[in-house]
Structures are given as C-alpha cells and as structure tokens.
C-alpha cells in the first residue's frame, strides 16, 4: 500500500507541477502452473504444484527533469489457486534513479548492473547448456530474469558514476566507478562489506587500452571482530583491431588478506595473463583462440562467484526414494526450477569471499569461469554459417592443465569439446513454416596418472551433455517442441578444499557414474512475437550408481507470457 | 596478413617462454589422503628390552609406509594409566623419538606400556610394548617445589577445619616416588590447610614472570574443592615475609572432582596482588628474584558447608612452557 501511495505521489506532483515529466511504461506478464511428481515407487513425497502463479511486471521509465531520470519496476504477483486476493503481493523488483551530472558525466544509483572484464567482475554463465532449444531457453531465461542475471553482469545495490570525453577526432576515454555494499553489519560479529570498482579505458578504431580495479573489502571497525579482508585485483587489458583480426589481452594480479590489522599478516597475491585474437576468416566463418595461464593464488570474487548456491539443497524433491537419499541441485532445477514466490532461489546473489561449492557432474575444466585459479592453455572456437542461414555450426575446444600441480608434481589435464548446430529444415525443403532442429554435444575430462608406488588412484572424471531439439510449425503459430538432454558424468577426481587464505588444506574425493536425463515434449502458439503459451511435459530421469540410487520426476507446466 | 599472422605466433611463443611451470606442488600429499597404506616395515622400537629415562635415554621407533600418512603413537601406561601421543606425517618413522614425557600423570618405574601406531583415514594398527626402568627426571625443567618424598622440601599448615592433613606412602597411587599428601577439611571456611614451601632468594632463575608456569598433579572427588596458590615476596630483604611491608601473590583455581588425577598448570601471570587477611598492595610488581614462600592451600569453590579436598604429588615451576 505504501508503494502505491509512493507512486501515486509523485506521479501527480510530477504532472501537476513539473514541465518535464516524460513517462514510458513497458513491463511483461507471465502465468505459470505446474505439477511434478516422482514416481509411484516413492510412497512419501507430496506432489509440488503451483496453481497458476501470476505475475505481472510494470517497468516504468521517467525523465523527471534535464538531468534527472528515474526507472523503476514494480512486480505485482497473485496466485490463481485461492479466489481471493490473499495470496496477492506487490514488490519493488528495481528502483533506479540516473542522469547527467555534467555534459560528460552520468550517475547510476540504486539497483545497479555491473560488468568488467571476465577477470575482475563478471556473473559467468551456469552450468549445463551447450545448445538448447526454444523449450529449455523458456524456462531459462525465466530464470535469469527472475534472478536478476542479465547477461553477465552482476545486479547489485550502490552507485556507480561513468564518462568519457573525446581526445582526438576518432577516439574517447572512458571512465567508471562504482560502490556497492554487499553485506550489512550486524553492528555486533559481522562487519559491513563493501565492493569498489573503477576503471577507465582509452579507445580508437585501432586500439584499446584499459585500466582495471576492484576491491571487496570489509570494515571492522565499530565491532567485536578482529580480522578484516581485502581483496583487490588489478587488470590491464590491450586491444587490437586490424581488418578481420582482433586481437585481445588481459593481464593482472590479485592480492587478498584477511587479517588485514595484524600486523604481521600476509597479502597472498595470484597472477594472471589471458590473450588472443579473434579472425573472420570469411563472411560465414569466424576463428578465435586464446591462451591464458591464472595462477593457483589468484583471487577475484567478483568473477569467481558463481551464479548458482551449490550448498543449497534442491527446492524441489531435495530427498528422494522415500525420503531416504538426498540429491544435489542438478540440470533439472537449474532450467526448470522456477517459482514466482519463493525467495530462497538456488541461483547465488551475493559476491562471496573465497571460492563457492560447484557440483563437478557438470566438469572440473572451468567452474569458476576464465578466472579459475591454477589453469593454464587454450581454448578456440570456430563458427560457421552458410549463407542461407540453413545450419549454424559453432565448434569449441579447450585444452587446460594445472598451473601447478596439487598434492602431487604431477599437473591435471583437463580438455573439452563441444559441438552445436542449428539446422533450419524448413530452409533447406522449401517450407514457409518452421521446421529447425537443433543440438549440442560437450565432452569435458579431466586426467591425472599417478605414480604406482603411490598407490592412490588416477584421476579420470568425464562429463558429457547432449542436447537435441526440434521445433516444428505444424498450424500458423502453432508449434510441436521436443527437447532430449542428457547429462551423463563419471569417474573421480580429488578437489581441493581451501581454507580462508586460499590455502588447500584437504581434497575431497569426489566420484560419481550417474546419468541425468530430461525428455520434453510441448506445444507453443505464438499470438505475436511477444506473446505465447506453452504446455510442456516432460519426465526426468537420475540414476546414481555409486549411490545406487534412479528415480523419475513427472513435470507438467502450462506458461503464458506477455510482453509489451 | 601474413605479417600478422607472424605477429601473433610471436607474441604466442613469447608468451609460453615467459610462463614458465613451477616443480612443487601445492596442498597436502595426496597420497596422505587417499593413498593405500601398505606397511613395508613393522612397527618396532630400538628399546626391546626396555628404557631407562632417568639416564635420559630415550625410545627410536622404526616401520616404513607405502605412502606418506598421517600417524600418531599412542603410548599408555599399563599400571599408571599415563598417556602420551606423537603425531606426524612422513613415509617413515625415521625422527620419531620417545623421551619419557607425558601429556597428563607420570609414567611409572617398572611399567609395561602400550604402545600403538594408527593412521588418519586408515582401520590400520600396529602395537608394540616398552618397559620403563627408570622414570625421566622433570626437575630439570625448572624448579621442583616438593614431590612430597623429602619432609625437608615442605611444611604443613592446618586450621581448625582441617580434617586431614598427613603424606601418604603409597607408591602405585603417587604420581612420582611413593608419597603425595592427602589433604581436607569440613566447613563453610575457604581454608582447610596448606603445603607451605620456603623458596631461596633468587632460587628461581628464570627472571621474567611471563616464562614461568607452577604445575601441580591433584586428585579430588569432592565437589567443589579448590585450590589457592598463594606466594610471598621479601621485598625488604629481611628474610621473612612482612604483613604491610611485602606483597603477597594469589592465584585460585577450582579442581576436577572426577576422582583421577589431573594436572593442572597456569603462568605466574595469573597472580593478582593478594589483599585478605592483612595483605596489602605494595608497588603491583612481582619481582621473582624477591619470593621466598609459596602455599598451596586447600579451599573450596564458594563458601558452602562441606567436605573439601584431595591429594596432591609433585609441585613444580617449570620455565618457558607447562609440563
């Protein structure tokens, strides 16, 4: 109520007694139901249902005066399942106040989006895609949105003021800096901490040269807490353009303590150098690769926090068999866990000191992104499409090791391939309705032999993902989806558990043989290009054999969604 | 475009030049953790037929492992029920040694102990056994205030509550040699008696009070039974304590009263400036080249009517750490 009456006041001082005022409202409106059950061996859990969860989301855009603007989004939710309007709510998703502080210099504050580079502050993607289809990416980016993860930036509450100013004819500077706080003081154990970042970045058609700086900090002062931490990390990237080459660098450092008033602590500094180039080889194709080596000291919160809380137990059927095995948080949960109300997400908001849980069934290579400490080696990737637009091919591979080897000289190797396309039928025969089938296939290991008289077992974990999708219009507007994925990932590694200095002070024996499969069939009808209804059903399959442990999840969900 | 193409192999091949691999590893051995321990050479020591400690000799363990683990030795006293553990890690038992010390009570002359090698993360043990012909002498450690064995080392104070106060000889009860002292009392009083050591000038040698610990072995199964140390300066020299004149230290501590012996150990920076009965703060510095006395006087916890006391062996200072 006093949202409304907030809005209601300033939407009528505004027009009342401001010439200025201009006002676009936009926003999106999405209906959910769903039901899943397990399978009728399990004779203890419930059903999980949602019985058309509706949201709607207002996003309203003011230019309060010349310098002044303000955004805002206001969510307000119902559920369908009570004819009443007790379960109604109304939330303030986004506030945003912005402008010009002069003619070269704007401000942000209030829920901000931030990005950097992929070494210093960036929100890397989550596990488990390699090419999905449009019934996957429906739920997906239902997530995302709902989680704030707007492509890979991180979404955050402070200020950040940002400007550039030509020097010569063809060229700007650019320049940022921000402020967030990322944890409150509870005023007695736990300091207040705080996130800093600037950088400032000179660029022409040929060349780019930036500065780069952040800095997780906390301030103990004020309460009963005798450590501290710092966690900066400096970059400098280097760009170079020429016709069909562009070439691409970054280099820095990290220095991290958290014992910041003892006089006798020490900073705990990491490296890293990241470079290559990206080549259009022609029109429809294109070649990158890069080499990077980040050294196994190498801290940086703000790009490795992961975008999923992998110490949180799934939502949805966290115990299964009767209440007897729990399950980690897997593919299912991360796609098609969505839940308008509930406010204990999965997906990870905060940027975390020290490195976060990752479950290894998605792959060892990189969980932390490209700034996962102690890799070194390249990575390419390779994309082709004709000119017709009929398939789309894009090809990666990296091959990884250890910078330095962990409890043993002998370093990992660590390699992934992966392979998509989208093979647009309807193209190739002639149709004027849509008829595209599409996949993926990623393989992901890592390997270490040990010595015999060591007498501990190799390392050998292998991880694999197919996606295939077909969408087909069989009726104008109305498509048959079908969707197969499949995670299957077995073997064992030894992951490294680090201590508040960033030590490692044990491994974890992780070893897994299980497959994870997600069967989806569904029908979309397209009133226009921004809305749609979807029904899908889908059954997903786990067998553990280590844990010996398969069961099934039935889904069912009917989606509508509306944007304008 | 060749040109630029040589470029990048350049700046590639320069750039795998300057980084370059390190040869150690980081974290803990592995195969500490997760390696199959195999034993390549039994458990054995270089004692088979006994140690005498007093000669400060000591005990060599020997055995060899498949992997590098982590290992403790347990060694427990059959008839003293002494305990003492080495912990370490290695592929070998090469600098492990055994020099007749404990964690709590005293091992005892002519005792069979139980020694036991086991392994973090591993079902696997191996035993062995060690005869103790001579006990190892801790005096050296510091300054030994009285085992009880030699009347001249100590007095004995009583009061009107006191209901015990007598040196038992009972040598497989007594912590070291044969006699400990039994003391008690009844009452609502917080002083039922006292072992009462005189201290030569300058006795102790350790100068900073920061480096020195008092140790004391007791045993009480009598709730709330306490025990108040208590030390006397001569800060004029006249070879006697003087009420007004000299500064009085006290430091009081409440005792197990699980019926076994503990010991029970503090740093002389525990002592207050004594103000009871008399006593008086003179200048707040405990000069250590000045004590001449100290009591360990048998109390009670609060001032509640009861039984309170226990036995008590070997009163030492010790220096630079506890024993």
Not at chain 1, 389 to 415: P, Q
Not at chain 2, 238 to 247: C, K, L
Not at chain 2, 281 to 301: A, E, H, K, T
Request: charged share 20%; net charge negative.
């Amino acid at each position: 109520m006093r949202i409304i009456l907030t809005y209601t006041f300033i939407f009528s001082i505004l027009t009342i007694f401001g010439q200025y005022p201009k006002f676009e409202i936009g926003g999106l409106s999405r209906a959910l139901a769903d039901n899943s059950f397990l399978d009728e061996m399990d004779t203890v859990n419930n059903d999980v249902k949602q019985d058309f969860n509706l949201v709607f989301d207002l996003a309203i855009n003011g230019e309060l005066n010349e310098f002044i603007n303000f955004y805002s989004e206001l969510r307000l939710g119902n559920s369908l399942e009570v004819f009443d309007t007790s379960s109604s709510y109304i939330n303030l998703r986004r506030i945003l106040i912005y402008g010009k502080l002069s003619k070269n210099t704007s401000f942000e504050i209030g829920d901000i989006d931030l990005k950097m580079t992929p070494f210093t502050l960036w929100n890397s993607q989550e596990e488990g895609t390699v090419n999905e289809n449009r019934l996957a990416n429906n739920f997906r980016d239902i997530q995302r949105y709902e989680n704030f993860n707007n492509g890979n930036f991180w979404r955050r509450q402070g200020l950040v003021i940002k400007g550039n100013k030509s020097v010569f004819k063809d060229d700007t500077i650019s320049y940022k800096s921000f402020g967030t706080r990322e944890l409150a003081s509870n005023e007695i154990s736990t300091p207040d901490v705080f996130l800093y970042g600037s950088e400032i970045k000179y660029q022409s058609n040929i060349i780019s040269l930036g500065l780069n700086h952040i800095d997780l900090f906390s301030n103990y002062k004020g309460i009963n807490y005798d450590t501290n931490l710092n966690n900066h990390v400096f970059s400098t990237n280097f760009n170079l353009n020429f016709k069909k080459i562009k070439l691409h660098s970054e280099f820095g450092f990290s220095s991290l303590t958290n014992t910041m008033n003892n006089i006798d602590s020490k900073w705990i500094k990491g490296e890293f150098l990241n470079v290559g180039f990206n080549f259009d080889i022609s029109d429809n194709l294109s070649f990158s690769t890069s080499f990077r080596s980040v050294s196994e000291d190498f801290s940086s919160p703000g790009s490795q926090s992961k975008r999923i809380n992998y110490s949180l137990v799934p939502s949805m059927f966290a115990q299964t068999n009767n209440n007897t095995i729990s399950r980690d948080i897997s593919l299912s949960d991360i796609i098609y866990g969505v839940d308008f109300m509930r406010s204990n997400s999965i997906y990870n908001r905060t940027i975390d000191y020290g490195l976060d849980n990752f479950n290894p069934i998605f792959g060892v290579i990189e969980p932390y992104g490209l700034a996962t400490p102690n890799r070194r080696g390249v990575s390419s990737d390779l994309t082709f499409s004709d000119s017709l637009k009929i398939i789309t091919v894009n090809a990666n591979f990296s091959f990884l090791t250890d910078l330095v080897g962990e409890g043993i000289n002998t370093k990992r190797n660590y390699s992934n391939y992966s392979i998509a396309f989208d093979f647009s039928l309807n193209k190739l025969l002639g149709f004027d309705k849509q008829f595209v089938l599409n996949g993926g296939y990623s393989n992901s290991s890592s390997k270490r032999d040990h010595p015999i008289d060591l007498n501990v077992q190799n390392v050998n974990l292998k991880c694999n993902i197919i996606d295939l999708g077909l969408e087909l219009e069989i009726l104008k507007n109305l498509s048959v989806l079908g969707s197969y994925k499949r995670l299957f990932s077995n073997g064992l590694d030894y992951l490294s558990i680090r201590s508040n200095d960033f030590t490692i002070e044990s491994y974890n024996a992780f070893q897994c043989d299980l497959v994870h499969e997600i069967s989806s069939l569904g029908l979309a009808y397209d009133f226009n290009k921004k809305s749609s209804v979807l029904i899908n059903y889908q059954i997903l399959n786990f067998s553990d054999k280590i844990l010996d442990n398969s069961f099934s999840i039935n889904q069912f969900f009917v989606l509508v969604q509306i944007k304008f | 475009m060749v040109k630029n193409f040589n470029f990048i192999t350049v700046i590639f091949i320069f750039l795998l030049l300057i980084s370059c691999g390190k040869e150690d590893y980081i974290g803990p051995p592995i195969e500490a953790q997760f390696g199959e321990l195999i034993i390549q050479e039994p458990f054995s020591s270089d004692k088979p037929v006994g140690v005498d400690f007093s000669l400060n000799d000591t005990v060599r363990f020997f055995s060899e492992f498949s992997i590098s683990a982590n290992f403790n030795i347990n060694i427990s006293g059959r008839n003293s029920g002494a305990n003492f553990t080495i912990s370490g890690t290695g592929k070998n038992l090469s600098n492990v040694f055994w020099a007749g010390n404990s964690d709590n009570i005293f091992f005892k002359q002519y005792e069979w102990c139980d020694v036991v090698l086991s392994f973090d993360n591993s079902d696997t043990t191996l035993s062995d056994s060690i005869l103790i012909l001579g006990e190892r002498d801790f005096s050296n450690l510091g300054y030994l205030l009285t085992s009880y064995e030699d009347p001249s080392e100590y007095g004995l104070v009583n009061s009107q509550n006191t209901t015990q106060l007598q040196v038992l000889n009972n040598s497989s009860i007594a912590i070291h040699g044969n006699n400990f002292l039994d003391i008690s009392g009844e009452g609502s009083n917080t002083y039922f008696g006292a072992t009462r050591i005189s201290i030569l000038l300058g006795g102790i040698s350790e100068p900073n009070k920061s480096n020195i610990f008092f140790n004391g072995f007791f045993k009480s199964d009598l709730n709330g039974s306490a025990v108040v140390v208590k030390m006397f300066e001569d800060e004029n020299n006249d070879g006697s304590y003087d009420q007004g004149i000299d500064e009085a230290w006290t430091y009081k501590f409440t005792l197990n009263s699980n019926g076994v012996w503990n010991k029970e150990s503090f740093n002389f920076d525990n002592f207050t400036v004594d103000q009871t009965a008399g006593n008086v703060q003179i200048d707040g510095n405990l000069n250590v080249g000045n004590i001449i006395r100290l009591d360990v006087v048998c109390s009670q916890n609060g001032n509640s009517f009861g039984n309170f006391g226990y036995f008590v062996d070997y009163l030492i200072l010790t220096y630079n750490s506890s024993l």
